[in-house]
């Protein structure tokens, strides 16, 4: 008897496809329900097949939003001017003080003129934007980030200051695009990768193209972009993503810790914060806590040791904590007492 | 098809020539020809064109126009491709290519929402090209929410379709797409070689 699982796959694949596509638009609406999202991740669980293509429709779905760069009105919208316009910082003064000098000293030199300007951009807890950058490449900031960016006619020099971000990089070889993150930096041309920010480490997932790790040779902070273009450095590692791999660098200080390929379902997890969702593919409790947690300011306590070991996996909209605590109530097993507005604790239910 | 592309098809051959008068540069022209369809089709998105004919010569013209005066200003010839040692990956795949490449994917992410049904079209574009929530679409559009749903949920799965005959690759990034800009063939030729 031939197999007939494989007679099944064939004609199931296109009504798989109809259905992810059904699933993904129903999870386009403003408010996806709680239960949408538990039982898109049920389907999904369905099968590799059922995955695969919800992941690949999800892809292009979002790859769609390319063209929204084509209207001149939604641009506008996505390019929110900076909380903050341009506050003079302490550098910047010191920097013309310095500057008045040089011309005063040399004359002819128009340093003032040159002098580039530094612009801050952040998010709240939870919060998530997209800037786009005069030159053409974007910053996404996830939640609780900050980044600061400061272009000159030679060099494009950023900051990430706090928590994460998707850059996606315009290539220009006469302006080398360099991140700067604790101590070490980030250098690429045109590529697009996401640092992020966890207590001393430094972590860099390369999406397109290549970049290069370094670190400075002394353990050097810096509190401005100003002059860091100076800080003797040396370089880590190359970290590339070629023929559809992902690869993940970490550094800690000033050392490189890790430098991995990541598989296609991890890769697909750490980035669906870009499409506003956080994704778990069996991770555990804890680590899930952790994450979910970067977007909220409700405090989440697993009380309970025995629920350290407990693995979970779905899909939840970046931001919204009570989907997730009522599908680890009603799937998982989990009690969740509520102490107040900004503090739950997660037992093992009886 | 909608009535942009099928302008554009149309008058493809006159475009380029028309083009080939200020750009001696097949590239160029290549170029400049898929960037009047973008914005062509970006125009469609917000507001209908009454004459799509003159429309496409008028972006084309002030493309050109654009483009002649950016050159002029510029004082060394590709100085993009002068290699630069101190400069990171300067041999191989981060070059002006990505940019290009760019607006190869968004062109073929048009033709293939152009490919949909009106009002199917209609409600992919106001979603994925204007912005607009669903929600917004829906009033818009004068349809439910659960309407425009469908519709999406219909563009999606045919755009998918369509990109998978042309060999474009989700989630590959843009390696998958086509290298030549040659996306659109004149009146209407086979698709199965582009």
């Known amino acids: 008897m031939s197999d007939p699982n494989n007679i099944i796959r064939l004609v199931d694949l296109a009504s798989i496809e109809t259905q992810a596509a059904d699933w993904i638009a129903r999870l386009d609406r403003d408010a996806p329900s709680e239960s949408d999202l538990a039982d898109f991740a049920a389907w999904k669980a369905l099968s590799p097949y ?46 013309l003080v310095a500057a008045s000098l040089v011309v005063a000293g040399l004359g002819a030199v128009s340093v003032l003129q040159h002098l580039p300007q530094t612009q801050v951009y952040d998010t709240a807890v939870g919060g998530q934007r997209t800037i786009n950058l005069e030159d053409g490449s974007s910053i996404q900031l996830n939640t609780n980030s900050q980044v600061e960016v400061r272009y000159s006619a030679k060099a494009r ?8 971000a998707y850059f996606e990089v315009a290539p220009n070889k006469q302006r080398p695009f360099s991140v700067y993150a604790q101590e070490g930096v980030v250098r690429a041309v045109g590529t697009a990768f996401v640092v992020r920010l966890t207590g001393d480490r430094v972590e860099v997932t390369v999406t397109k193209g290549k970049v290069e790790l370094a670190a400075f040779t002394h353990p050097t902070s810096i509190a401005s972009l100003d002059r860091v273009a100076s800080i003797p450095r040396k370089p880590l590692t190359m970290v590339s993503a070629t023929h559809g791999a992902t690869e993940l660098a970490v550094m800690d200080q000033t050392q490189l810790v890790e430098h991995l390929d990541l598989a296609a379902p991890e890769v697909t997890r750490k980035l669906a914060w870009r499409q506003g969702m956080l994704v778990f593919n069996g991770e555990t409790l804890p680590n899930v806590v952790a994450d979910v947690s970067r977007y909220t300011d409700v405090q989440i306590e697993i009380a309970d040791p025995t629920l350290n070991n407990l693995k979970v996996g779905g899909y939840f909209k970046v931001g919204e904590v009570d989907p997730m605590l009522e599908a680890l109530e009603s799937s998982f097993g989990v009690r969740v007492e509520r102490i107040d507005d900004k503090h739950v604790r997660l037992l093992a239910s009886l | 098809m909608s009535l942009m592309l099928r302008t554009f098809l149309e008058n493809e051959r006159g475009i380029k020539r028309f083009l080939s008068r200020f750009f001696p540069r097949a590239q160029d022209v290549d170029d400049l020809a898929q960037e009047t369809f973008l914005r062509a089709f970006a125009a469609e998105a917000e507001r209908d064109v009454l004459s799509p004919r003159a429309f496409l010569y008028r972006i084309a013209k002030n493309l050109a126009l654009n483009e002649r005066e950016r050159l002029s200003h510029r004082t060394t010839s590709y100085i993009e491709d002068y290699p ?33 049904p009106p009002q199917c079209r209609r409600v992919f574009l106001l979603r994925k090209v204007q912005g607009l929530s669903q929600k917004d679409v829906a009033q818009r559009l004068g349809l439910s929410v659960s309407t425009v749903e469908k519709h999406l949920a219909t563009g999606l799965l045919k755009c998918s379709e369509y990109l998978k005959l042309r060999g474009y690759e989700v989630g590959s990034g843009s390696a998958a797409v086509p290298t030549q800009p040659q996306l659109y063939r004149s009146q209407g030729g086979s698709s199965a070689d582009v």
């Open chain 1, 50 to 95: 059922h995955q695969q293509a919800a992941d690949r429709l999800q892809c292009l779905w979002s790859e769609f939003d390319i063209l929204a760069k084509l209207t001149p009105a939604v641009q506008d919208r996505i390019v929110a001017s900076p909380k903050r316009p341009t506050p003079p910082p302490p550098w910047w003064v010191a920097g």
């Open chain 1, 157 to 164: 020099d950023l900051r990430l200051i706090r928590g994460e």
């Open chain 2, 84 to 116: 630069d040692p101190s400069v990171l990956g300067s041999g191989d795949q981060v070059s002006g290519e990505d940019v290009v490449e760019g607006r190869q994917k968004m062109a073929i992410f048009a033709e293939a929402i152009s490919a949909l």
